[in-house]
C-alpha cells in the first residue's frame, strides 16, 4: 500500500506531462493545417491531413482537414469519405455535416446534402450556415413548382413558417441576399423540436 502511495505523484506528473505533450502536438497540427488553408495550398494540406491521420487516425479534425482539401480540389467522393470519418468520431460535429453536405451538393447528391444540412440544423439550430445551404439545395432540388407545392402544404398549419421558408429557398435562392436569410432563419431557429420535426416530415416527402 506504501510502495502505491508512493508512486501515485509520479504516476499523476507523468499522465500531466503526457497530457501536456499531446495539447503541443495538437496545436502544431493545427497551426500547420490553418498556414496551409490560408495559402490555398490544398495539395500541401491533404498530405499533411493525411500524414497526421495517420499518426493520430482518432483525431477527428485530422479527418476534417482532409475533407477540406479534398472538397476544394473538386475530390468530392473523397471528401464525402473524410467527412464520414470524421463523424464516425466526432457524430455531433455540425461543421462536418455542413461541410459533408457541401460536398455532396457539389457532386449533384442533393438529397444526400439536405439530408446532412437537416441533421445539422437538429442538433444545433443557431447554426445558421446549415440553413441557409438547406434553403438553397430545396431549391436546387425540387426547383419553384417543388418548392412552392412544399410551402403550401406547409402554410395548411403554420402559415408563418411558411412564409420564413417562401424567402429562404425561393427569394434567398434567386437574391443570394442574407439579409432575407437572415429573417427567414430568425424563425426556423426558433422552432420547438416537434415543430421542426414537422416542418422536415413536409419538406422531406419525395425527397
Given at each position: 500500500?506504501?510502495q502505491?502511495?508512493?508512486?501515485?505523484?509520479?504516476?499523476?506528473?507523468?499522465?500531466?506531462?503526457?497530457?501536456?505533450?499531446?495539447?503541443?502536438?495538437?496545436?502544431?497540427?493545427?497551426?500547420?493545417?490553418?498556414?496551409?488553408?490560408?495559402?490555398?495550398?490544398?495539395?500541401?494540406?491533404?498530405?499533411?491531413?493525411?500524414?497526421?491521420a495517420?499518426?493520430?487516425?482518432?483525431?477527428?479534425?485530422?479527418?476534417?482537414?482532409?475533407?477540406?482539401?479534398?472538397?476544394?480540389?473538386?475530390?468530392?467522393?473523397?471528401?464525402?469519405?473524410?467527412y464520414?470519418?470524421?463523424?464516425?468520431?466526432?457524430?455531433?460535429?455540425?461543421?462536418?455535416?455542413?461541410?459533408?453536405?457541401?460536398?455532396?451538393?457539389?457532386?449533384?447528391?442533393?438529397?444526400?446534402?439536405?439530408?446532412?444540412?437537416?441533421?445539422?440544423?437538429?442538433?444545433?439550430?443557431?447554426?445558421?450556415?446549415?440553413?441557409?445551404?438547406?434553403?438553397?439545395?430545396?431549391?436546387?432540388?425540387?426547383?419553384?413548382a417543388?418548392?412552392?407545392?412544399?410551402?403550401?402544404?406547409?402554410?395548411?398549419?403554420?402559415?408563418?413558417?411558411?412564409?420564413?421558408?417562401?424567402?429562404?429557398?425561393?427569394?434567398?435562392?434567386?437574391?443570394?441576399?442574407?439579409?432575407?436569410?437572415?429573417?427567414?432563419?430568425?424563425?426556423?431557429?426558433?422552432?420547438?423540436?416537434?415543430?421542426?420535426?414537422?416542418?422536415?416530415?413536409?419538406l422531406?416527402?419525395?425527397?
Amino acid at each position: 500500500m506504501l510502495q502505491l502511495a508512493c508512486a501515485a505523484p509520479a504516476y499523476a506528473r507523468e499522465t500531466i506531462e503526457r497530457s501536456e505533450a499531446a495539447e503541443v502536438r495538437q496545436a502544431g497540427w493545427l497551426a500547420r493545417s490553418a498556414d496551409l488553408e490560408r495559402h490555398k495550398d490544398w495539395q500541401g494540406l491533404l498530405n499533411w491531413a493525411r500524414q497526421w491521420a495517420r499518426i493520430e487516425p482518432s483525431n477527428a479534425t485530422a479527418w476534417f482537414a482532409q475533407g477540406r482539401a479534398y472538397s476544394e480540389m473538386k475530390r468530392y467522393p473523397d471528401a464525402i469519405e473524410a467527412y464520414r470519418r470524421n463523424l464516425q468520431i466526432e457524430p455531433g460535429d455540425v461543421y462536418a455535416l455542413n461541410n459533408l453536405g457541401n460536398a455532396y451538393r457539389d457532386g449533384k447528391r442533393f438529397r444526400e446534402a439536405m439530408t446532412a444540412y437537416r441533421d445539422a440544423v437538429q442538433i444545433n439550430p443557431d447554426y445558421i450556415p446549415a440553413w441557409q445551404n438547406l434553403g438553397l439545395t430545396f431549391y436546387a432540388l425540387k426547383g419553384p413548382a417543388g418548392v412552392t407545392l412544399a410551402i403550401q402544404q406547409l402554410s395548411a398549419s403554420d402559415p408563418d413558417l411558411a412564409e420564413a421558408w417562401r424567402k429562404l429557398a425561393i427569394e434567398f435562392s434567386l437574391s443570394r441576399d442574407l439579409r432575407v436569410a437572415q429573417k427567414a432563419i430568425g424563425v426556423l431557429r426558433g422552432l420547438d423540436a416537434d415543430k421542426r420535426r414537422r416542418m422536415f416530415e413536409i419538406l422531406f416527402v419525395n425527397v
